[in-house]
């Protein structure tokens, strides 16, 4: 439920330093492998990918589907487990038919999502706002495609290319241990925890996440 705003730290640092970078979002449909699949038809290859949360999903599908067009990977705050809150989303694409989505977002995801420290009003506001311009459809269908999504564990060894793992220190959604599992079963991973952090990494701490991002980017381009 965000749009480029998530990444805007990041792609004016990668832009400022000569890197094309392009902002891909998984409005129109509702599974992972059809979610990948768009994607794929979008850009041409082989490139980096960055994604967090539901995106370091699609991310992981992505590699899979068309290994030759993965660069490397940067998952982000994400898992590779199936869904277990099923039942709760399905409650909540409820709700958002009813009321909308500004106040489900108010009473559950912020909290969820941003570490105490940093929930100022400006990122707060744009959580909301970014959320609220992709609208209840797009809600539906991602919050379907997360429940639907099976697991990744049994498939991460196929994964060959290099990987950053990146979590916060304070995030519940995906926190240490999931990034460690990551990080433990994919064939070439390194872990970043970012300290003061929570789920939306690249909002929270722009600078630390940028700064891992070029490390692992350069490195790998001169590997």
Known sequence: MCDERLFQPQMIKLKSLGYDCSFFAPDTQASI?????DILSSYNGPVFIIGLSMGGIIALEIALQAPKRVKGLAILNSTPFEDSLGEHRL????RVQKEGIEGLYKDEL???YIA??????????LVIDMAAQKGVGVFERQSLALVKRTSYENRLN?????????TGDA?????????????????N???????NCGHLSTLEQPEAVNDALLRFVKK???A
Not at 33 to 37: G, V
Not at 116 to 121: F, G, I, S, V
Not at 171 to 187: H, M
């Open 33 to 37: 492998p059809e979610m990948a699949r």
């Open 91 to 94: 409650e909540q694409i409820e």
């Open 110 to 112: 912020k909290p969820q």
């Open 116 to 125: 105490p420290q940093n929930r100022t009003h400006e990122l707060m506001d």
């Open 158 to 166: 196929e994964i060959q290319q290099s990987a950053l793992i990146l």
């Open 171 to 187: 995030d519940s959604v995906c926190g240490e241990k999931t990034a460690r599992y990551l990080a433990d079963n994919l064939a």
């Open 189 to 195: 991973a390194t872990l970043t925890c970012v300290e």
């Open 220 to 222: 790998l381009e001169g």
